[in-house]
């Protein structure tokens, strides 16, 4: 029973990542989803969520319009495709789901 993420990187200002992060172990269509990053030296914030089937989605307002977060059920997988991207973008991003957490992946904006 895992989460795994994936996808992260360094990137200029104004570019773009696609973060995946890949469920194993239990019915990953069974249960909200969520992308949530920590900031050097801040606390872990929510960044967008996505209800089971994918039919609602939310944001916070510092990335509304600029990233979107889907699923694929089918391939028990989650994605926040993150575009204009902002030094103040960067940091830990980690998945959630089902009270369980992926290890993270760093994403880094900076020219």
């Known amino acids: 029973v895992q989460l795994v993420e994936s996808g992260g990187g360094l990137v200029q200002p104004g570019g773009s990542l696609k973060l995946s992060c890949a469920a194993s172990g239990f019915s990953f269509n069974s249960f909200t989803a969520n992308w949530h990053r920590q900031p050097p030296g801040k606390d872990r914030e929510l960044v967008a969520t996505i209800t089971d089937f994918g039919r609602s989605t939310a944001y916070a307002d510092s990335v509304e319009g600029r990233f979107t977060i889907t699923r694929d059920n089918a391939k028990n997988t989650v994605y926040l495709q993150m575009n204009s991207l902002k030094p103040d973008d960067t940091a830990v991003y980690y998945c959630?789901?089902?009270?369980?957490w992926g290890q993270g992946t760093q994403v880094t904006v900076s020219s």
């Open positions: 959630n789901a089902r009270g369980l």
